[in-house]
């Protein structure tokens, strides 16, 4: 939707994807994969709890849709200014993952 709304073809390949953003940010790869990996889990976990205390799928799916319009409008906002906040909140996760491993990244 982002590039259509641009006027270019949506086959056509960007750096706006996520783990392009996060790597920008200065977060290698393994990093990258670390953080998304993260972030899906726990999007997994929502969800098998909402299944768990029976939460209506219709409430699930607003939730879903919200954190994807939520997702969109932030994406595109970091990934054009590259706002100073969120590079920051990026390097707190790196250096997080680096007292996890034990050496410098």
């Known amino acids: 939707m982002r590039r259509y709304r641009k006027g270019k ?17 200065g977060l290698s790869s393994r990093q990258t994969l670390v953080v998304i990996s993260i972030a899906s889990a726990l999007m997994s976990i929502l ?19 919200l954190m994807f319009i939520l997702y969109n409008k932030y ?24 007292q996890d491993r034990g050496t410098s990244i």
């Open 9 to 25: 073809s949506p086959f056509k390949p960007d750096r706006d994807h996520l783990h392009h953003i996060l790597q920008r940010a």
């Open 47 to 65: 969800g098998v709890l909402g299944e768990y205390f029976q939460v209506p799928e219709s409430i699930e799916l607003a939730l879903f849709v």
């Open 75 to 98: 994406a595109r906002h970091f990934s054009s200014k590259y706002n100073e906040y969120f590079v920051n909140v990026l390097a707190e996760i790196k250096v997080v993952l680096r």
